[in-house]
């Protein structure tokens, strides 16, 4: 947690919260002189100056060069979560019809016991009886503008045949972060969001693989790397369509998962697993529903996506013999369709690349396989696999233990874990040959193998 970005988040807001009061209170006072045949005449106040100021709010509002419509409506988002008190204003009860003011809009929550402020509590502040202001205002909450385009905020309806600006104004919860903690938010596993942060402790020198395989992940760190260059500033953007799309296939145990979780820790990209058992549904709709959740949410972030197991999710369509089969080639048209809009970063992963259906591989930019290690690569993993601390028994030769068994580096850090336990239950440091190939005859047992 920085304190610094905390700190000045809360300086800036603090003077946009006071600036925000004025122009409440200015407005509550031409609006009911107005009803009582007064004039109340007062220029809006100027909004705090941003310029050199450290603030992550700050910056992105310059970032966006926001004018003060579009300020006040950050900060009508941002209220209920920092200073939900300033809105209590707008419970004021119209006396006539003994109810709220329609024109002060909002709505109150399940929980919260607060004023949740509506588009029309902006239309309010923004463009009083101007029918022209209050067109420019849902021009803020259209499809085009920044809000939406870089999941900034929303406007979320209670139902959708209710008028537009009835519906509440929501930050996302990643600018909820940045305008308050001042750094990104890192979403919970949850059923809204089903996909769980991954990391390794691992760094490239600890990835064993062949020398073809290492080239074609470095075309991925190459486009992490140059891809905005490319599309923006040598104008590939009008010939291809933006973010990159790998699957990784091959046995398990090879560094898929590894690689995912390295390309991440190298360029500062947080990977996402995505959960299958949460995302595949039996009910019709629920899948693309489910899985639309997750594409939404990360559409505008620097994330990886991880889908283990893909081909649970993206199989091949079959020939239509019943509607259950209708509905599951419709599954896979929307994931095709969803795989090819999406502007990030996404990486497949499956044992059996046979599995995937053809018409994704046209989508990928890579298709990268994970072979099987050769004796010179196991004796590299055999020499990584043990901890600094211990000593090997002076007959146990990894040499010929590579030589002699094919296993992938997942089953060998399985094997060296067993071992490295025998020898701690033995109360020494010394792992013994005879724990080893226990550990390799428990690991060719588990596919019905034997040594």
């Not at 995302?279 to 529903?289: Q, R």
């Amino acid at each position: 947690m920085d304190l610094r970005m905390i700190k000045e988040n809360a300086d800036i807001l603090h003077r946009e919260l006071v600036w925000f009061q004025q122009l409440t209170e200015l407005r509550m006072k031409q609006y009911f002189a107005a009803q009582g045949s007064e004039t109340v005449v007062a220029e809006i106040p100027e909004p705090p100056a941003l310029n050199a100021h450290d603030a992550v709010y700050a910056k992105i509002l310059q970032h966006y060069n926001m004018n003060m419509m579009e300020r006040v409506v950050v900060l009508l988002a941002l209220l209920p979560h920092i200073c939900p008190q300033l809105l209590d204003v707008f419970f004021t009860k119209n006396a006539t019809y003994d109810r709220g003011f329609t024109e002060f809009g909002g709505i109150k929550g399940q929980h919260h016991g607060g004023f949740l402020p509506t588009g029309e509590t902006a239309a309010f502040l923004l463009s009083a009886n101007s029918l022209e202001q209050r067109f420019r205002l849902i021009e803020l909450f259209s499809p085009d503008h920044f809000f939406a385009k870089h999941s900034i905020l929303k406007l979320t309806p209670a139902h959708a045949d209710e008028p537009l600006l009835s519906g509440t104004i929501n930050l996302y919860p990643e600018y909820l972060s940045y305008f308050t903690m001042g750094t990104a938010h890192k979403p919970d596993y949850s059923i809204s969001f089903p996909a769980k942060r991954i990391q390794t402790n691992q760094e490239w020198s600890d990835l064993v693989l062949d020398d073809h395989t290492m080239e074609e992940v470095e075309e991925i760190r190459a486009w992490i790397e140059h891809g905005d260059t490319l599309m923006n500033d040598w104008g590939m953007h009008r010939k291809i369509k933006p973010g990159y799309r790998s699957l990784f296939y091959g046995p398990p145990g090879t560094g898929k998962s590894m690689t995912a979780c390295l390309l991440g820790k190298s360029f500062g990209m947080d990977v996402y697993r995505i959960d299958l058992s949460m995302i595949v549904s039996k009910f019709i709709g629920e899948t693309e529903k489910n899985l639309a959740q997750v594409f939404d949410r990360a559409a505008n972030q620097q994330w990886i996506l991880f889908f283990d197991e893909a081909d649970a999710l993206f199989g091949k369509r079959t020939q239509t013999s019943s509607s259950n089969d209708r509905y599951a080639n419709q599954e896979v048209a929307y994931l095709l369709q969803r795989i090819e809009d999406f502007p990030g970063m996404i990486v497949l992963a499956t044992n059996l690349k046979a599995n995937i259906d053809e018409a994704f591989g046209r989508r990928f930019q890579s298709m990268i396989y994970f072979a099987m290690p050769g004796p010179e690569q196991r004796l590299r993993l055999w020499q990584q696999a043990f901890p600094p601390n211990v000593q090997l028994e002076d007959k146990l030769n990894l040499e010929e233990i590579a030589k002699k068994h094919e296993m992938a580096g997942g089953a060998i850090i399985n094997i060296s874990r067993y071992s490295c336990l025998m020898a701690l239950k033995r109360g020494s440091t010394v792992v013994l040959q005879k724990d080893v190939m226990a550990g390799i005859r428990k690991e060719f047992g588990k596919e019905g193998k034997t040594v």
